[in-house]
């Protein structure tokens, strides 16, 4: 007598039309979908790129303002920054640039 192997036998609750249509459908959510959670993990990723980068340039704002507050609060402190900066000088005076060799440390 030929003895019947015990076929796999799908549960009830996994051959309901609604629980492999909600199955189906959670499927199509997290990995078809145009937003799918790949998707939406990469845009996260770049919204915490974007909120560190303004950090940065807010940072970068308010040390920029402060430097500018205190280079316009003298006359003095404004000649000292464009003698520095962009080489001017009276008329009565010669500047010389002595330039420095690239490997010297400062």
């Known amino acids: 007598m030929e003895q019947k192997k015990p076929r796999f036998r799908i549960p009830a609750w996994a051959r309901n ?13 997290l990995f078809l979908d145009r937003n799918n959670i790949l998707y939406q993990f990469q845009l996260y990723r770049e919204v915490n790129q974007l909120e560190n980068q303004k950090d940065f340039y807010q940072k970068e704002i308010s040390r ?34 002595v330039p420095t060799p690239p490997d010297a440390k400062r």
């Open 17 to 29: 039309k609604y629980i492999i249509s909600c199955i189906l459908f959670g499927a199509w959510l």
């Open 64 to 97: 920029d303002r402060q430097s500018h507050q205190e280079l316009f609060s003298s006359p003095d402190k404004l000649e000292k920054f464009a003698r520095e900066q962009y080489m001017m000088k009276k008329d009565d005076e010669d500047i010389y640039i």
